[in-house]
C-alpha cells in the first residue's frame, strides 16, 4: 500500500535556529508534494506545492527565504524551516499524491520553539 | 477562493448517540477526504470520496455526487474512542486541497 513517512516527528529548536523535515513516499510515485501548518489550534494551511519538473509554488504569507523545500524525485521531500521563532510552532504536515488517488499523509513533525 | 465550510464546530455527545458533520464547498470539488486528528496529534484517514459514499464500521461519509459541492460524515453508536477533531478536505479543480477548520467532537459516558 501506499505510505508515506515523515521524520522526525518531533522537534525542539532554540529561537532563531532552522529545522528540517523530511517526507519519504512509499509504494506510490509522489509527484506532487504539498506541506501543510497547523499552528495550535487551527486548523492547517497550505505553505507550498511542489510538482517534480515544476517550480515550488507558496502560497501568500510563506516564502522560499523561510521554508526552502527541495523535492529531488518522486519519493521524497524535505522542507526546512529557517530562523524559528515563537510563531512558526506547529504541527507540520507533508502530503503526497501520484496525481490519479488520493493525497496520502505523515503523521506530521510537530515544531517547539523555545 | 475556494473554500471550505466546516460544521459544526464543536460536538459534545453521550456514548450511543448518532452525530453528522458536513462540509459544504464554494465550488465543485474533485474529491473529500475526512481525518481525524488524535489529542497527540496524529492524523488518521477515515475516508477518500470521488463520488459517491463510503462505509467503514460505524462511520459513513457521503460525497454529493451531483454537484460536487457538499460532504458529510455520520458517525453512528457512538464510543468514547471516537473523541477527537474532524477535519475534511476537499480537492479543487486545480488539485490544491483546502481544509475544513475542524469539528472538535467529545464523546461523554
Known amino acids: 500500500g501506499a505510505l508515506v513517512y515523515q521524520y522526525p516527528r518531533r522537534t525542539i529548536c532554540k529561537s532563531g535556529t532552522s529545522m528540517r523535515m523530511e517526507c519519504q513516499a512509499v509504494?506510490?510515485?509522489?509527484?506532487?508534494v504539498a506541506w501543510y501548518r497547523q499552528s495550535p489550534q487551527k486548523t492547517f494551511e497550505l505553505i507550498a506545492l511542489?510538482?517534480?519538473?515544476?517550480?515550488?509554488?507558496?502560497e501568500q504569507n510563506f516564502t522560499q527565504e523561510k521554508f526552502p523545500i527541495s523535492h529531488p524525485n518522486l519519493s521524497f521531500s524535505s522542507m526546512t524551516v529557517l530562523n524559528a521563532y515563537l510563531e512558526d510552532r506547529g504541527l507540520y504536515l507533508c502530503?503526497?499524491?501520484?496525481?490519479?488517488?488520493?493525497?496520502?499523509f505523515g503523521k506530521g513533525t510537530r515544531l517547539t520553539v523555545v | 477562493g475556494d473554500q471550505v465550510e466546516q460544521s459544526p464546530s464543536a460536538l459534545s455527545l453521550h456514548e450511543g448517540t448518532d452525530s453528522a458533520l458536513r462540509c459544504n464547498f464554494t465550488?465543485?470539488?474533485?474529491?473529500v477526504q475526512w481525518f481525524r486528528q488524535n489529542s497527540r496529534g496524529s492524523l488518521i484517514s477515515l475516508f477518500y470520496?470521488?463520488s459517491g459514499t463510503k462505509e467503514n464500521g460505524r462511520l459513513k461519509s457521503a460525497f454529493d455526487s451531483k454537484e460536487r459541492r457538499y460532504s458529510t460524515l455520520h458517525i453512528r453508536d457512538a464510543q468514547l474512542e471516537d473523541s477527537g477533531t474532524y477535519f475534511c478536505?476537499?480537492?479543487?479543480?486545480?488539485?490544491?486541497?483546502?481544509w475544513g477548520s475542524g469539528t472538535k467532537l467529545i464523546i461523554k459516558p
Open positions: 478536505a476537499a480537492e479543487a479543480s486545480n488539485y490544491q486541497l483546502i
Open positions: 465550488t465543485t470539488m474533485r474529491s
Open positions: 470520496l470521488a
Open positions: 509504494g506510490f510515485q509522489a509527484t506532487s
Open positions: 511542489s510538482t517534480v519538473n515544476s517550480a515550488i509554488k507558496y
Open positions: 502530503g503526497a499524491e501520484d496525481g490519479n488517488t488520493e493525497v496520502f
